[in-house]
């Protein structure tokens, strides 16, 4: 049986901002150490991260929340609200990139490529890449839009870090130093297209996407094998709200069967489909034989 995820969730959440708090100071070191606007830039994509990890915590420790009178649903969709404070935070973050880039063109000055400050903003990478591995993982496996959100934005982290200290070299090679404003206005890029897929992908989910159709086929397999009884079950919807799942149905049983035995299919369905889908939300709607529409699953 597939347990509740939502411990699990708030505990990887406290560990995505212990990581972003660590990657801001050895980030801001680099920036500091060399003088680099586009470590500056890095740097300030840092601070993005650490308050996403902060939103990310509150989003998941809310969405655990039991539902209550004011939301009967839960607050499970609040997972969404978060990934679209981050895509703002991101925008804004890359609008400050963009101004301090764009006086670096216009009054370049030079740079120190310190050693060890670029050694520390190697290693700050290696840590954003190894546990933007691990909530990219755990976000799709335990259903987390808010985990997921910031793991892929740490990936996006890591790519743009790579890339501006291969230009920093270049920089300090040739004594282009106007390369290094360009590759802050690279990152700044790179980061709005992250924050837009975000905001993209959060409202997605607000507006009640269905799940997947391989598991929506698993859903239907469960209520076939578990039906005995019945005749049916049609008008089979599914939506998906955080790590929630709601799952509805009409189910047609014999007109003279009683309320107890109609019941009692239903528990045998709820109880297996609890088995696949922990955090689901079920609703069955039980009919007499004559609102059989002979579709969707036809049990006997």
């Not at 934005?153 to 282009?176: E, M, N, P, R, Y």
């Not at 309320?259 to 922990?278: T, Y």
């Amino acid at each position: 049986m597939r347990k509740s995820a939502a411990p699990l969730v708030t505990r990887v959440a406290y560990g995505s901002l212990a990581v972003g708090l660590l990657v801001l100071a050895l980030k801001g070191y680099a920036a500091w150490a060399t003088g680099s606007l586009a470590l500056f830039s890095d740097a300030l994509e840092s601070v993005v991260n650490v308050v996403t990890a902060i939103v990310a915590l509150v989003a998941v420790k809310l969405a655990a929340r039991p539902a209550d009178a004011s939301l009967p649903y839960g607050y499970h969709k609040a997972e969404y609200f978060s990934a679209v404070v981050i895509g703002i935070f991101i925008a804004v973050a890359a609008l400050v990139i963009f101004s301090e880039a764009w006086r670096g063109l216009v009054t370049p000055h030079p740079f120190d490529p310190d050693p060890l400050g670029l050694g520390v903003s190697i290693a700050a990478s290696a840590v954003n890449a190894a546990w933007a591995y691990v909530l990219v993982r755990l976000g799709r496996r335990e259903r987390s839009p808010a985990l997921s959100a910031d793991g892929r934005h740490l990936a996006t982290d890591v790519i743009s870090t790579v890339g501006v200290l291969v230009g920093v070299l270049v920089a300090a090679a040739t004594g282009w130093v106007q390369l290094d404003a360009i590759l802050a206005v690279l990152v700044g890029l790179t980061i709005l297209w992250s924050g837009w897929q975000l905001i993209r992908q959060s409202v997605i989910g607000l507006m009640d996407v269905a799940v997947d159709p391989a598991r929506l086929a698993q859903i239907r397999e469960l209520i076939s094998s578990n039906a005995d009884g019945a005749i049916e079950a049609h008008d089979i919807r599914t939506r998906q709200a955080g790590r929630m799942t709601f799952i509805e149905f009409h189910l047609v049983v014999p007109g003279a069967m009683s309320v107890a035995d109609a019941h009692a299919i239903c528990d045998r369905i709820e109880g297996k489909l609890r088995e696949q889908e922990a955090d689901a939300l079920i609703t069955i709607h039980v009919e007499p034989e004559h609102k059989a529409k002979h579709s969707g699953i036809v049990v006997v």
